[in-house]
């Protein structure tokens, strides 16, 4: 169980790891586009938050890459089971259906839902932020439609 436990750990340390980076990525893309002057706040508004969320989903991707290597590579899943598919099933939290871990194995499918629970709550947060700096900036620039109640 302590091997179990161990490769979890590790696993979703290095998810963190490229969340963070992520997230400092979207949230720099997000406040250079809110550095702009925009004649179509609602587009430009529309457009920040599509970016921060296509960034994010991204990253999602490359976590669920990384749980589905560490399965293929300690052998967590029955043979011939596809291992992207369980991956996903544990990272989303969507539960066992038609593939199950091995007994040796079983601890690091919950573990890799808490981390993904885990990290759509970040994501949440992040895109909450990039929400409200966005409308605190079209706001302070006076963007048609946007007022002062908008700047939180």
């Known amino acids: ?15 963190i790891m490229i969340h963070a980076l992520v997230t ?17 706040p609602r587009l430009h508004l529309m457009t920040v938050m599509v970016g921060a969320a296509a960034a994010l989903m991204v990253a999602h991707t490359l976590e669920i890459l990384v749980w589905a290597l560490a399965y293929w590579t300690i052998g967590a899943t029955p043979p011939g089971s596809e291992v992207l598919y369980f991956a ?43 929400l409200r700096k966005t409308l605190v900036h079209l706001a302070a620039i006076d963007a048609p439609g ?7």
């Open 1 to 15: 169980m302590a091997l179990q436990f161990l490769v979890g750990t590790v696993v979703s340390l290095v998810n």
């Open 146 to 152: 946007f007022s002062s109640e908008d700047r939180g």
């Open 88 to 130: 996903f099933v544990n990272y989303t939290t969507l539960g066992y259906g038609d593939i199950t871990p091995v007994p040796a194995w079983r601890l690091t499918g919950p573990m890799a839902a808490m981390n993904g629970i885990l990290l759509f709550g970040w994501s949440t947060a992040v895109l909450f932020e990039v």
């Open 24 to 40: 400092i990525g979207a949230i720099g893309v997000a406040r250079a586009a809110g550095l702009r002057h925009t004649v179509r």
